[in-house]
Every structure is written in structure tokens, then in C-alpha cells.
């Protein structure tokens, strides 16, 4: 770990953790683990999934995973698996449009190509679709019919596909989209990078992705893929085996959370760039303490079996930076952001946009001014932070519990 003064010196982003770590609030006990907040809603985590996104491709990696919760607004979220399937891809898709608000922001948009699993949902993305009793599919509006960039898919859509998609009351995909045979077929050489969306309900959509990456190797973002079910899956043999020893190994995890069920304390298995592994658990009466921080993903079964079935267990914890004091000084935000307290909030947003596009690492950029804009907004874009911010500054986060 690189300290703030070590870090211009350093081909890192490492201390972007400061930003986007678990704020410690104190022991929970005798035993090592210590009590931590979470994100409170979709908004505050999606904050900094952008954070961890673009501190990772600042860092040179090149195929990142996205892993979080689809209905983050209710408490931990509810993941892959939790409710029926047309009900996960419509909260996907939401949330995944959330996510490309990044790239506008960044003025990267036309050059950021989006795929979806396939051609029904990128219709249903960009035309959006009627209730329909037969498929159980609710009314759902467009998501990305506004897009300034190329929307795509992974698997083939052939005739019989086609047929089907309209059976279930898809529109047809402009002629330039229909009957695409390979994945990479309409990739073009002006793409930037690829945001893949939500490749889990079939091993065929990951093998999509796989193939694309062999053919482009453009940067690239699987947002919700489920890799899990491949890292643990059984391939014997074929391009599947070799999917899961050659290509997932290769994926830097930018974001990720996994749920653990227990009648006891539940928990979750949490990851946000450059940060390191930590094992939360619930504690009764709100809030979660850190029981186990690691360098490396952890397997989810050995994690499982040690915190989340039987007695309550808590590892010693060797916490990998010390937590910051918190500053009481309510202009320092604004200051980053060029800002005066009496601005508006559509000053806030247009003086963001202009900072994170100059400070931004692959524009040349500061990566510690860049951290630091990114952490001002995310409290100042919302009126209910800003406003104790306004009175306490940093501190706002103890006067909010």
C-alpha cells in the first residue's frame, strides 16, 4: 500500500480506496473485527462503483467485473436468483443505464459500445415493452433509446429468434442490428470499450464475451455477469473448461458484492477497487463489522462455512490502512470543486462534469485530484447530504446515523 506522498511517484491508484472504502466507526469487540457503514442506497453505491471503475483502467487493467446487488434501494439488495428472471434483467437494465451515465459525463459515450445478452433485450433497451401475461414480462419503458453510443448483443438472431422475440411483443431491431451471426461481427475500430450487461443466464453469453475479447481486446466491463457460477462451475472438457482456466483469471474485479444468508447474522462478501477483501457481517440493532480482510478473493464456500452457518466466528483482523480524520471544514468540497457554498445544484453538476473530464487519469490527469473531485460530488449532488455538510462537514456522516 502507497501513501499519499509516495503516490505521484507510483504507477498506482491505490490510495483511491480512501475514497470509496467502508467507513470504520469503531471496535465491535474484543476479538479483531471492527464495525463498518455501508452504502445506503443505489445512488451512494453506484458513486462509487464509478470510482472503482476508472481507478482499475487507470491502473492498466483492461477486463473488469462488475458484481452488485439489482434492487440495492432495499437494504443489502436483492441478487441474481432472488425473484423471477424478467423482474432481474428489467432491475438490471435499469441500473446498468445508471452505470453508463459515467461515460456522458465523460464525453466518451459514442465511443463506449453497450451489449446486451441478446436481441430481445437490447429491443426491449432501446424501445422498451408492454405488459405481456404469457412471458410474465411487466411494462417496462426504454432504458437506452437515448444512447448517444452503439447498442449491441451477444448471441446470434436468427430466424427462429426473431420469430420468437416478436411472439413475445419485442419490436424488430433497426435492419442494421437483425440477424447478426458472430458477436463480433458489427465491433468497429472507433469503440473505446465495451460494457457487457448481464451475461449470467446462460455459459453461452460469457462464451460470447470470451470470443469477443480474443477477437478486439478492447477494454471491456461485464456488468452483472454471475462470474462466480463459472469460477466454481464443472467444464470437463471444451471451450468452456477454457473459458474458466484461460479467460476468467484474466478479470480484475472492479466492484463486487455477494450475499450471505443466516438465521443468525447475514453478511456479504464485499470488494471495491484497489481496496482489499472484506468479509461483513451484520450486527443486531443496524451497521456491520469487518470479521476478515484479505488481498485475494476468498472462495465463497470457505467463507460460507466459516461465518455464515453455525456459531458466530471472527478471524484477526490486520486492517490494511488507518482511517482518516474527518474534517470539519464545510468549504473544502466546494473548493474542489471550484466552487462557492451558495451554489447551485446545477452548478454543482456542471462544475463536476468540467473536473473529472480534467482531472480524469486517462486524460492525463492527477489521479489524487481526480479521487478527490469524485468524493466531493458524491456527497454535494445530494441535497440531503449536502445540507449536513453545509453544518458539519465531513463529520456530516457521524450526525447522520
Known amino acids: 500500500m502507497i501513501s499519499k506522498t509516495d503516490f505521484k511517484s507510483a504507477n498506482s491508484v491505490e490510495v483511491f480506496w480512501t475514497s470509496i472504502r467502508l467507513r470504520t466507526v469503531g471496535r465491535a469487540g474484543d476479538s479483531g473485527s471492527f464495525k463498518v457503514t455501508f452504502p445506503e442506497n443505489e445512488t451512494e453505491m453506484l458513486s462509487q462503483v464509478h470510482t472503482s471503475v476508472q ?38 437494465q435499469k441500473m446498468l443505464r445508471s452505470f453508463c451515465e459515467l461515460f456522458e459525463w465523460l464525453d466518451q459515450a459514442e465511443r463506449v459500445r453497450v451489449f446486451f445478452p441478446d436481441s430481445g433485450e437490447a429491443s426491449i433497451a432501446l424501445n422498451g415493452i408492454g405488459m405481456n401475461p404469457v412471458s410474465g414480462q411487466w411494462e417496462q419503458e426504454a432504458t437506452f433509446h437515448n444512447w448517444p453510443g452503439p447498442v449491441d448483443y451477444l448471441l446470434r438472431d436468427d430466424l427462429i429468434t426473431q420469430t420468437s422475440n416478436r ?7 433497426p ?20 460494457v457487457i450487461g448481464y451475461p449470467y443466464d446462460s455459459d453461452d453469453e460469457l462464451l460470447a464475451v470470451n470470443r469477443l475479447w480474443d477477437a478486439h481486446a478492447r477494454r471491456t466491463v461485464i456488468f452483472n455477469g454471475n462470474i462466480d457460477g463459472v469460477r466454481t462451475g464443472f467444464y470437463p472438457w471444451g471451450a468452456k473448461k477454457k473459458m474458466q482456466k484461460e479467460f476468467v483469471p484474466k478479470i480484475t ?28 457481517r451484520a450486527i443486531p440493532g443496524g451497521g456491520y463489522e469487518c470479521v476478515q480482510e484479505t488481498e485475494d478473493m476468498p472462495l465463497l464456500r470457505d467463507i460460507a462455512l466459516e461465518y455464515f452457518s453455525g456459531g458466530l466466528n471472527t478471524a484477526k483482523i490486520n486492517v490494511v490502512e488507518t482511517v482518516e480524520e474527518l474534517s470539519e471544514d464545510a468549504t473544502l468540497y466546494y473548493t474542489r470543486l471550484g466552487l462557492q457554498m451558495t451554489a447551485s445544484q446545477e452548478d454543482i453538476v456542471a462544475a463536476y462534469r468540467k473536473m473529472v473530464k480534467e482531472t480524469h487519469p486517462d486524460m492525463g490527469g492527477d489521479p489524487m485530484e481526480f479521487y478527490e473531485v469524485n468524493k466531493a460530488y458524491a456527497v454535494l449532488k445530494e441535497p440531503a447530504k449536502r445540507a449536513l455538510y453545509d453544518v458539519h462537514g465531513e463529520k456530516w456522516v457521524e450526525k447522520s446515523r
Not at 411472439?167 to 431491431?173: R, V
Not at 442490428?177 to 465495451?194: C, F, P, Q, T
Open 175 to 194: 435492419e442494421d442490428m437483425r440477424g447478426k451471426k458472430n458477436v463480433a461481427d458489427s465491433a468497429a475500430i472507433e469503440d473505446l470499450l465495451y
Open 253 to 280: 474485479t472492479a466492484y463486487y458484492i455477494h450475499n450471505f444468508r443466516s438465521t443468525i447474522a447475514p453478511g456479504m462478501l464485499f470488494r471495491a477497487y484497489p481496496g482489499p477483501w472484506r468479509v461483513l
Open 167 to 173: 411472439m413475445y411483443g419485442y419490436q424488430d431491431l
Open 55 to 92: 481507478a482499475a483502467l487507470a491502473d492498466a487493467h483492461s477486463l473488469l467485473e462488475v458484481e452488485l446487488p439489482t434492487f440495492a434501494n432495499a437494504g443489502r439488495g436483492v441478487a441474481s436468483g432472488d425473484c423471477i428472471a424478467i423482474s432481474e434483467y428489467n432491475a438490471n
